[in-house]
């Protein structure tokens, strides 16, 4: 079974001028295209062919470094472009909101913790806001295309992330990285995330 570059449910320009539309164009049809290429390539005619992704990651070995860095990075992509949004961004509503504010005191408080993890992600990574059990949200960070699901991951269910990688800010805000930090905010689905956060 191979893998699908997933359809985008955006123009490459619907994100603008929060995510200018050159960029997401290079970094869904040739990075994220070449991740879901990469994966199919080495899984083919493996033990992991039949596998979903999440299995795939949760049974990863950490020292296949091939499958590691694409496997990841076609799962976290996949996963970026589904929680951004044009007509977006802002605090969000419904039960997602409740979470935040019990789990960090308030949604400035979540956004300062989730802006420092992406900001102190030294070189390449993600920012993750990841559903526990009992209602739990917890952010961390990983480095290269590593996610919360292998074995070395901070765990829970990935609801948010947000790819810290210079190909996904560097020719609009080039060294900036705080600034694109803060314009993904504007662009983040929330609805799409309290969908993520409610699903079992
Ligand atoms: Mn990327």
Redesign the pocket.
Same mark, same amino acid.
């Given at each position: 079974m191979a893998f699908e570059l997933p359809k985008l449910n955006y123009a490459f320009e619907a994100l603008e001028p929060n995510i200018d539309a050159k960029t997401m164009e290079i /970094?869904y049809g040739k !990075? !994220?295209n070449g991740y879901t290429n990469n994966l199919n390539n080495i899984i083919s005619d493996s033990e992991n062919e039949n596998k979903n992704i999440e299995e795939i990651l949760n049974s990863l070995d950490l020292d296949n470094s091939g499958l590691r860095n694409n496997a990841g990075g076609y799962y976290n992509?996949n996963l970026f472009w589904e929680i951004m949004g044009p007509n977006s961004g802002g605090e969000p509503k419904s039960e997602i909101s409740e979470s935040i504010n019990s789990n960090f005191g308030s949604f400035e408080n979540f956004k300062d913790e989730f802006s420092k993890a992406a900001a102190t992600r030294f070189g390449s990574g993600w920012a993750w806001l990841c559903s526990k059990e009992n209602g739990k949200l917890e952010i961390c960070s990983t480095a290269n295309q590593d996610n919360p699901l292998m074995p070395n991951g901070c765990g829970g269910k990935p609801i948010l992330c947000l790819?810290v990688?210079e /190909?996904?800010y560097y020719l609009n805000y080039q060294n900036r990285r705080p600034d694109y930090i803060n314009a993904f905010f504007n662009v983040i689905n929330w609805d799409e995330v309290n969908k993520r956060f409610l699903e079992k």
């Amino acid at each position: 079974m191979a893998f699908e570059l997933p359809k985008l449910n955006y123009a490459f320009e619907a994100l603008e001028p929060n995510i200018d539309a050159k960029t997401m164009e290079i /970094h869904y049809g040739k !990075h !994220h295209n070449g991740y879901t290429n990469n994966l199919n390539n080495i899984i083919s005619d493996s033990e992991n062919e039949n596998k979903n992704i999440e299995e795939i990651l949760n049974s990863l070995d950490l020292d296949n470094s091939g499958l590691r860095n694409n496997a990841g990075g076609y799962y976290n992509h996949n996963l970026f472009w589904e929680i951004m949004g044009p007509n977006s961004g802002g605090e969000p509503k419904s039960e997602i909101s409740e979470s935040i504010n019990s789990n960090f005191g308030s949604f400035e408080n979540f956004k300062d913790e989730f802006s420092k993890a992406a900001a102190t992600r030294f070189g390449s990574g993600w920012a993750w806001l990841c559903s526990k059990e009992n209602g739990k949200l917890e952010i961390c960070s990983t480095a290269n295309q590593d996610n919360p699901l292998m074995p070395n991951g901070c765990g829970g269910k990935p609801i948010l992330c947000l790819d810290v990688w210079e /190909h996904a800010y560097y020719l609009n805000y080039q060294n900036r990285r705080p600034d694109y930090i803060n314009a993904f905010f504007n662009v983040i689905n929330w609805d799409e995330v309290n969908k993520r956060f409610l699903e079992k």
